[in-house]
């Protein structure tokens, strides 16, 4: 089985402050982790992903993510955030070993003041 | 990447009709996904199509109500059976290549609205 948690349903930041979008996770097997983005009124934009390597991996608009596998988290970040970085994050898991449809979040949405 | 777009982008039917909603993506894939999603919220899987088989349904749809056709690696359609309000959402369209990468792309999805 395999499952995903945001534990927030929405996150405030200002612009030009670091912000987080948290993620945890459960599966039996290896994890594959991705980020995904929503604009509104548009589909889900792919933002990063891990697989195997290096824990911190690096995404489109400046995004990045911690692959932590002893807390199993894949925590989003951004050093400095922008208001056009405001929308609704995803966050998705799947067994690598078992199948190829992954558990969705229940989303998170950012918003990010001026 | 893969772009797909999705036809109709949105639609206002009649309680006890159907819509056809159809998925084209610029390149063969492996694997195309139906989800539903309500405005804000997350995604619901409905189905994942098959090329030249029948969909594999996720607990809860069933095909008499979401018929699934996959004639090829690039093309999908969902069709939403004897409407009513309920079925009022976005449906989306995703797709994965398994040979080039594990994410998915999903189209600009179609927004229906039953009345």
């Known amino acids: 089985a395999q499952s995903v948690a945001q534990p927030e349903d929405q996150v405030n930041v200002a612009e030009g402050n670091p912000l987080t979008v948290k993620c945890t996770y459960s599966v039996s097997g290896n994890p594959y982790l991705f980020w995904y983005v929503q604009y509104p009124n548009r589909g889900l934009q792919f933002l990063l992903k891990?697989?195997?390597?290096?824990?911190l991996v690096k995404g489109s608009y400046g995004f990045e993510a911690e692959f932590n596998k002893s807390q199993t988290s894949f925590h989003l970040k951004k050093p400095s955030a922008l208001v056009s970085d405001s929308a609704l994050y995803f966050c998705?898991?799947?067994?690598?070993?078992?199948?190829?449809?992954?558990?969705f979040g229940r989303g998170t949405s950012l918003i990010v003041h001026p | 990447s893969a772009v797909i777009s999705q036809k109709p982008s949105r639609d206002i039917c009649q309680r006890g009709t159907s819509l056809t909603i159809q998925c084209q993506v610029d390149s063969q894939v492996t694997m195309m996904f139906w989800y539903r999603q309500q405005p804000g919220q997350s995604l619901t899987l409905i189905a994942t199509a098959n090329q030249g088989s029948e969909a594999t349904y996720e607990s809860g749809f069933v095909i008499d109500k979401f018929p699934i056709s996959r004639p090829n690696l690039t093309f999908s359609t969902l069709t939403v059976s004897n409407m009513s309000p309920e079925d009022s959402s976005i449906y989306l369209c995703?797709?994965?290549?398994?040979?080039?990468?594990?994410?998915?792309?999903f189209g600009p999805g179609t927004r229906l609205t039953v009345t």
């Open positions: 998705a898991v799947r067994d690598g070993g078992g199948s190829y449809i992954p558990t």
């Open positions: 891990y697989i195997t390597g290096d824990n």
């Open positions: 995703s797709v994965t290549n398994l040979a080039e990468s594990y994410e998915q792309y």
